[in-house]
């Protein structure tokens, strides 16, 4: 089955520094790449996602990187902010109904003003 | 605003009691889950389901059980509470075949403790 590992656990950032996670995936038959943002006392929201057709999405201050061959794939976060602090999450996803999404472990972002 | 209601939001309840988690959805969205998530943030996935009639149970070995009668309920149960079951418990949905996306949608979930 598929495994991800995501890097680092936590993470602490001056407020207007940016924030990088990176997360590996095992499974070549991956193709969908969400970003989950979970705030304190609530459930993950999904903030961003990228399939395998894409190298590079951005969103604001938010952008996804995927690297097919290497199949690592990575969150930025630019100028960031207090309200960025949350845990993160990153997972992968083959395709077809069937298949589940496969979560790496979070990362724990601190922003600090 | 939430497309995914779970209640009670916070249980707390005494160990051998039964106990059932609510999970609604207004999406129509097919696949719904169930995850467990421990202090150290990782989520577990312990029930999911297809759509009406069909469960299966997820990677965490997991005493509860679910059932899919509606649509848009999914409901997990204990049949007897123990403190190990001390947890966040989260649910979540997603379209079966993601045509407009695979994402998932979680509610806020429901901490439950079994003293």
């Known amino acids: 089955g598929e495994n991800v590992e995501q890097h680092p656990s936590t993470l602490s950032v001056q407020e207007g520094d940016s924030a990088v996670i990176k997360c590996t995936y095992s499974?070549?038959?991956?193709?969908?790449f969400p970003w989950y943002k979970q705030e304190l006392g609530k459930g993950p929201q999904l903030i961003i996602d990228?399939?395998?057709?894409?190298g590079e999405k951005k969103d604001q201050r938010i952008a996804v990187t995927l690297n097919k061959t290497a199949k690592h794939f990575s969150l930025h976060i630019t100028e960031t902010q207090p309200e960025d602090s949350a845990v993160y999450f990153c997972a992968a996803k083959g395709s077809g109904g069937y298949q589940k999404v496969t979560f790496g472990t979070g990362t724990k972002l601190q922003v600090i003003p | 605003e939430a497309d995914i209601y779970q209640t009670p939001r916070y249980l707390v309840i005494g160990t051998g009691k039964k106990i059932t988690l609510e999970c609604s959805q207004t999406m129509g969205h097919d696949k719904m889950y169930w995850y467990q998530q421990d202090p150290g943030m990782e989520l577990h996935l312990i029930h999911y389901?297809?759509?009406?009639?069909?469960?299966e149970k997820g990677d965490l070995s997991s005493e509860s059980t679910v059932s899919r009668i509606r649509t848009e309920h999914f409901p997990l149960t204990l049949e007897s509470a123990r403190p190990s079951h001390t947890s966040q418990y989260l649910c979540?949905?997603?379209?079966?075949?993601?045509?407009?996306?695979?994402?998932?949608?979680f509610g806020s979930g429901t901490r439950l403790t079994v003293v």
């Open positions: 499974d070549s038959a991956s193709n969908y």
């Open positions: 979540a949905s997603s379209e079966f075949t993601g045509t407009t996306g695979d994402g998932y949608t």
């Open positions: 389901s297809y759509g009406v009639n069909s469960t």
């Open positions: 990228i399939r395998s057709n894409v």
